[in-house]
């Protein structure tokens, strides 16, 4: 399984980014997919999850910000994310769960100036 980041940037405080995350190789289209994110000197948490139903789960901090679907006929899962603040500089990694493991893109690097 290969997962492959798209999206990210720098942009300013108050605006908008679209990522994209592309899975290859043995997919379920119920394979849950999600969204997380590292900044510098933290741990990695999650920003946003999808099931392959369809049902969304978000971190609080991003809640009416952001949003996560997913086109399972092309294996892909999105975030868009708006209003973006300094805070949500961040490295954002796309994962999905294919039993028995998790598999990690390479990651997307997001700076929000201020």
């Known amino acids: 399984v290969q997962l492959v980041e798209s999206g990210g940037g720098l942009v300013q405080a108050g605006g908008s980014l679209r990522l994209s995350c592309a899975a290859s190789?043995?997919?379920?289209?119920?394979?849950?997919m999600g969204w997380y994110r590292q900044a510098p000197g933290k741990q990695r948490e999650l920003v946003a999850a999808i099931s392959g139903r369809g049902s969304t789960n978000y971190a609080d901090s991003v809640k009416g910000r952001c949003t996560i679907s997913r086109d399972n006929a092309k294996n892909t899962v999105y975030l868009e994310m708006n209003s973006l603040k300094p805070e949500d500089t961040a490295v954002y990694y796309c994962?999905?769960?294919?039993?028995?493991?998790?598999?990690w893109g390479q990651g997307t690097q997001v700076t929000v100036s201020s």
């Open positions: 994962q999905i769960y294919v039993i028995p493991r998790d598999y």
């Open positions: 190789g043995t997919i379920f289209s119920i394979s849950p």
